[in-house]
């Protein structure tokens, strides 16, 4: 097993209607990914699509890869925070599911990676490298209890 040091939490950045199907031919034919971008994809209804084993990498954050596990949830669309009550409790899950199994690895968002270019100890949202996963992570987990 790799060493997983982050679960990092991401959106689509699209409309929550968008499909599974649509959103790996993307990966493949548009982007020319040999591997999915995340390990867990949540549909608005709170579906889980389990896209790859944790023991595999996906392509979620560059250079973060290899000690990464990725779930997103399919929304976000206009860096909105469209998260659904089903996926809020899908993620949930997820969460407390990998906690219990990575207990020391980082919880994060997308854009926590983003460079704190002014030194001030927290990533500001001038410094977003993107927005993704459109809500604040460290806010979210501790409304769950983590
Ligand atoms: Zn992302």
């Not at 979620?60 to 990464?68: E, L």
Request: contains cysteine.
């Amino acid at each position: 097993m790799r060493q997983i040091k982050y679960v990092v939490f991401h959106c689509t950045g699209a409309p929550a209607t968008q499909k599974v199907d649509v959103i790996i031919d993307y990966w493949k034919r548009v982007k020319g990914w040999s591997k999915v971008g995340y390990h867990h994809l949540i549909e608005a209804d709170g579906t889980v699509h389990d896209l790859a084993p944790i023991f595999e990498t996906t392509n979620g954050v560059a250079g973060y890869n290899s000690s990464s596990i990725h779930i997103c949830y399919i929304g976000g669309d206009n860096w909105q925070d469209t998260r659904t009550p089903a996926q809020k409790a899908a993620l949930s899950r997820l969460a407390k599911k990998y906690k219990l199994m990575f207990p020391s690895a980082k919880f994060c968002g997308h854009r926590d990676f983003s460079p704190d270019k002014n030194n001030n100890g927290k990533i500001d949202p001038s410094e977003y490298i993107k927005f993704c996963p459109a809500f604040e992570v460290s806010t979210w987990l501790k409304e769950i209890g983590l």
